[in-house]
């Protein structure tokens, strides 16, 4: 798993939190993320929206794709397909996908990289393995996380952010023993680089066997752990959480986490919207006309074209 990868010796430190006049977050609840299949037939593990909605908003989905090591001609994507009303953030930590969408955005998406699509009024996209891997095989693993957007911002113009790995944020938990890597808000003064509509913060961290992360947490954020691969405990009171599984805290201003093995996770939380959520597939808004709208639009061809110029970041700036 090479993500991004550093010597947590050379990075910030995380300071150390009191445990006495720290409210560290109590588990509420843990979810075993289910196997469903995407795009052209790939597997995926889910843990929402299994789990209560209003426990995991703003978030809507995450899907959680491999790790797989895939034979010549195995591996899968996800063909066009339109969005409306909500954001695809989509990580890779090992392997490739590549992306396209109808405003000519889109890239290849690599280790430690992060493409963040916000779909607002309306996009088609795709999501494929590279030729190479198709032919070759490889292995492949990544995440999906789909951010709702708030009944403001539901019509906003399509966005595209390329996060490079080397845009991620580098931080080292206070023992030295944890690397984190900041996608997106806030953790501890240090900001990611993904800019959001809906205030959210977005980590992955590698805990190494008996090392522990203490985070200090907005207390109007909810706050989820997800576990990529390993094992080890949340919570002050040490809940055993390992592989394909998720943590859903209560109310406090801090999280703390503890390595049983070597430990990769996803630590997420966001300020939730408490507004009306009417979904159907790819769309996301807030009313049942809405979806009909959205499905209407996607028919008569309103929400974009499927073969357009790919526009690179780099062309964008000349």
């Known amino acids: 798993m090479p993500a991004i990868t550093a010597d947590t010796l050379t990075l910030p430190r995380l300071h150390e939190l009191p445990e006495a006049a ?11 993320a289910q196997k469903f299949f995407e795009g052209e037939g790939f597997q995926v593990r889910r843990p929402f929206p299994g789990v209560d909605l209003a426990l995991a908003d703003p978030f809507l989905l995450l899907d959680h794709m491999g790790a797989v090591e895939y034979g010549p001609g195995e591996a899968k994507g996800a063909p066009w397909h339109p969005h409306r009303g909500f954001e695809t953030v989509t990580y890779m930590i090992d392997g490739a996908f590549e992306h396209q969408d109808s405003t000519g955005g889109g890239g290849l998406i690599t280790d430690g990289a992060t493409q963040w699509m916000t779909a607002g009024s309306g ?12 032919a070759k095989g490889g292995l492949f693993h990544g995440v999906q ?21 080397r845009d991620a944020v580098l931080l ?3 023992d030295g023993g944890a690397l984190v890597r900041v996608i997106a808000g806030d953790v501890a003064g240090y900001r990611g680089p993904g800019m959001t509509y809906t ?21 109007d954020f909810n706050a989820l752990v997800y576990v990529l691969s390993g094992r080890g405990t949340v919570g002050a009171e040490r809940r055993p959480l ?14 703390t986490m503890r390595a049983d093995t070597t430990w990769d996770v996803l630590v997420l939380g966001g300020l939730p919207l408490n507004e009306p959520v009417a ?40």
């Open 145 to 165: 996380l789909w951010v709702n957007l708030p009944k403001a911002a539901k019509w906003t113009p399509p966005r595209y952010q390329d996060i490079k790995a």
């Open 22 to 32: 720290t409210a560290w977050r109590p588990v509420r609840k843990v979810v075993q």
């Open 172 to 174: 080292s938990s206070d």
């Open 279 to 318: 979904r159907y597939g790819p769309f996301v808004m807030n009313t049942r006309r809405e979806i009909l709208d959205a499905i209407e639009d996607f028919q008569a061809g309103r929400l974009g074209r499927t073969h357009v110029p790919h526009v690179s970041p780099a062309d964008e700036e000349v």
């Open 123 to 134: 996009v088609l996209h795709s999501e494929l393995p590279p030729q190479e891997m198709v």
């Open 242 to 255: 390992e592989e394909g599984r998720l943590a859903v805290f209560g109310h406090g201003s801090a999280v």
């Open 199 to 219: 205030p959210i913060t977005y980590l992955h961290a590698t805990l190494s066997a008996g090392a522990r992360l203490a985070l200090p947490w907005p207390e």
